[in-house]
């Protein structure tokens, strides 16, 4: 693809906050690349102050940039196309999609699949070799089923939505349109619920639901629990990474995004906008108000107000815990002199 062409396609002209300078050089581009392993038919993108030193080095011919005028010249003196934008992830994101398409099988069930007669299919479905789908499930049209999925009954699973090899969807799970449910996975699984007696543990039925909203993401190895009773629900657009853990009863905003191994103790509240780094967790039966940012290892045990960044264990405000890490650093040299203070006297 010409970079032009990729201009064009990009709709950088309609973009009042995008814009492109290629000084008459119109490079072939045949792929997207990391800056410091990029080629000249690679385009690549910077993002920030961290890699803005290597517009000097790269070997890409074109480049999406910030709106910084002295990284546009650098890029111009060396010869190298670029785009212009307020956000150079979005746009690279965007770009990779012109140049990527994931594996998308062509409709039609495998021989070796076995689906029950009372299941509903939609149009155009795909469902791999050796699927299992139990009784009174719906699918809906152009759903992607890939290789050794099961699907317990009652299962609903909406438009365009994708379950990739060997997750597993438990009984009375609502999965909606557009969602994509990876590897390993275990959506509806049974709740961690145990009643403590004089003889020994007795196991609580989880007799309850699980609900996926429009275009949730859950990655590899998660598990979303469904509770004894009502529903476990996870909101529209929400993200989660690998090893997940989303504990019974849990209610989940819209727009969340959650690193790997995050852990949610059964009943948490979280909020819309929620960002949780990774190996957060989140203590049973807490809330966590909308926009709030989680640092990667902090351990929330209370309610958190909306809008604040928390860090540490158990969490306070990050600024806070900024100040109190300099000076744990320090520790050993107020030490020395708490020493030799009391020499002195």
């Keep these: 693809m010409k ?12 973009n009042h906050n995008s814009f492109a300078q290629h000084q008459n050089f119109n490079p ?17 993108y910077v993002e920030g102050g961290k890699f803005a030193a290597m517009v000097a080095t790269t070997q890409a011919n074109a480049l999406i940039l910030p709106l910084e005028e002295t990284l546009q010249t650098q890029a111009l003196e060396r010869n190298i196309a670029w ?15 012109l140049f990527y398409q994931p594996f998308k099988p062509t409709p039609g069930i495998h021989p070796s699949a076995v689906i029950d007669a009372a299941s509903i299919l939609g149009k155009d479905v795909y469902i791999g070799a050796n699927v299992v789908i139990e009784r009174g499930v719906t699918i809906g049209d152009r759903v992607t089923i890939h290789p050794n ?18 997750c597993t969807i438990h009984e009375r799970t609502q999965i909606g349109a557009n969602c994509v449910i990876h590897s390993g996975a275990a959506i509806g699984s049974e709740g961690f619920g145990f009643v403590p007696t004089a003889t020994g543990w007795y196991k609580m039925e989880q007799s309850g639901s699980t609900v996926l909203e429009d275009g949730v993401e859950i990655g590899c190895n998660s598990a979303v629990d469904r509770p004894a009773v009502g529903e476990t629900r996870i909101g529209r657009n929400t993200k989660l990474d690998n090893l997940v853990q989303i504990g019974h009863g849990c209610q989940i905003g819209q727009n969340c995004a959650m690193a790997s191994q995050v852990g949610l103790a059964g009943g948490a509240i979280i909020g819309n906008g929620v960002m949780l780094g990774g190996q957060v967790g989140v203590a049973n039966q807490v809330t966590v108000g909308d926009r709030v940012i989680a ?11 909306p809008g604040e960044m928390v ?17 744990y650093k320090r520790l050993p040299e107020m030490y020395k002199m708490y020493q030799e203070l009391n020499k002195q006297q």
């Design 3 to 14: 970079f032009q062409e990729l201009v064009t396609k990009l709709g950088i002209a309609a």
């Design 28 to 44: 072939e581009l045949t792929k997207v690349a990391a800056i410091d392993r990029a080629d000249s038919s690679s385009l690549s």
């Design 83 to 97: 785009i212009a934008t307020a956000n150079p992830r979005l746009l690279f994101a965007q770009a990779i999609a």
């Design 149 to 166: 999925v099961v699907i317990y009954p009652d299962v609903t699973i909406s438009n365009d939505t994708i379950l990739h090899a060997n």
């Design 295 to 305: 640092t990667g290892q902090t351990g929330i045990t209370g309610n958190v107000a």
């Design 311 to 327: 860090s540490g264990m158990p969490h306070i405000p990050s600024r806070l815990y900024r100040k109190l890490f300099v000076m």
